[in-house]
């Protein structure tokens, strides 16, 4: 089969890309990105594409990384393309702290590609959010799975890179390096070599220049082999979440605070889950419903769950002391009441008739970004048509659920909830702050609800680029404790409005919207 062929599979098989669709391919200029810039641009007539070109200097490779720009530039105008980039500075590279270089520079990489496709979605040049393309390959979902093992993962972690996630795409995922390099030698295509690549420096490039060609000499088609297995482990994985699911639902006895007392009064938020419900669990089954539960707390706590805290969580559940509670790591705790299990931001208070915690042994605060391998929330349970309430998805307030329209949505563990429906013309004047207009046709559905987490963005209306949502909250005077409630209505992963508090610019209401969709916040009858 023929290279492009292959991509254009990979693009259906995936639903990577709906004709018409604005995508920002980011190119370095190496040969992976080079030679999926040119696959997009000969699939661009049949697929209605509108090619963006994005390049950012990272500032860290002199007058390499010049050429690099200069390389990209001209073969961004050669193809008629428009070209979009920006440079790291050298102040803010001193300046970075508690990151490696590499993790650093991969978030501000992130951040300009996710500002591109900002500027050419709703409300720029397009109608519907842009994707952002890159140019991942079978070699490097290879590296990635065997790089995860050895460092240890769990099973989401193992399952490797994914072919799509929110507005990121990897066309050429199932393509080699070598069928890459194969493709640019037939087709001319000139490309430019990252000296970087060559070190050994990174435990990827010993992985590629040390370890692959032991392992081909076992499997001649190991990249094939690492990548089905990866596969396999994604699918096992998607079941598990489901099933995990839905034995939350069953353990979750109480997502209220204790005693009745809303979280603003200093009682903090807490889960209670059911004992018997916790011991009857498979250990695989267990560490999900708990990393479950504690997505569903706050977005705050630091998400690195590793292996010593949920085991911390397990001997507690497990353990003779009826009354007891633990520190798991840095702003989350455990207690248990007998046969009701808590699972708090806040420290527990008077039980076993003293107050604080005891720390789980051999666990320290967490710090940092949740590891390749961190375990992901439970995915909810799809909801019913024209509703979703507390009955349809009670996997907590981490959990997103889709938004018909019309219809109404909400997120167990908030006291609101948000109810779509369609207008042929908005009001003349805005109204209340509970309610937001958007040209339906301007979003690219289904729409989703969920609650605010950490690193969350959006562009608000009357605004250029994006804002933190954390920014926004402080500006807003918004408590704490209420911005971890916050609903958030979302297009297609992109954030149109933070209920009751700002709209974001997209889909804007104008003399020629032909529909008018009206969210509206409501309290919960």
Known sequence: MKTTDKVRRSIRDNSLLKRGDTVCVAVSGGVDSTVLLHLLYALRGELELQLVVCHLNHNLRGAEAARDRSFVKRLARRLGLVFESAKLLKKDIRARSGESLQEWARGRRLEFLNSCADKYGPSGTASRPARIALGHNMDDQCETVLMRLIKGASLRGLGGIAWKRERFIRPVLGLTRAEIEAFAAAGGIEF????????????????????????????????????????????????LAGLAAAEFKKAL????????????????????LDRAAL??????????????????????????????????FRGLVKGRAPNTSLKLCQGLFAGRAYDKITVSVDAPRHING???VTPARGVTPAGGMAPAGALPPAKGVTPPKGE???GASEAGLNEEVVLPVPGKAAVNGVDAVVTAKTLKRAPAKPGAENVAYFDLDGLDGPLTLRTFRAGDRMR?????????????????????RQRRETLLVLSRGVIIWACGLRRSGLAPVTGATKKVLKLTLKPRP
């Open 460 to 480: 608000p209306v009357g605004m250029a680029g994006q804002k933190k949502l954390k920014d926004i909250f402080i500006n807003g005077k918004v408590p704490a």
């Open 354 to 356: 003293r107050k604080g």
């Open 388 to 390: 979703n309430l507390s």
């Open 253 to 272: 006895v109480s997502p209220k605070p204790r005693s009745g007392k809303k979280p603003s009064q200093g009682t903090g938020r807490e889960l209670v």
């Open 279 to 312: 011991l009857a669990l498979e250990p695989s089954l267990f560490r999900r419903v708990f990393t479950a539960a504690v997505y569903s707390l706050s977005t705050e706590v630091e998400p690195s769950l590793y292996l010593p805290r949920i085991e911390a």
């Open 192 to 239: 430019v070599e990252d000296s970087s690549n060559k070190t050994d420096k990174y435990l990827r490039n010993r992985i590629r220049h040390e370890l692959m060609p032991v392992l081909e000499g076992y499997n001649p088609r190991v990249r094939e082999a690492v990548e089905r297995s990866a596969r396999l482990l994604r699918e096992d994985e998607d079941c």
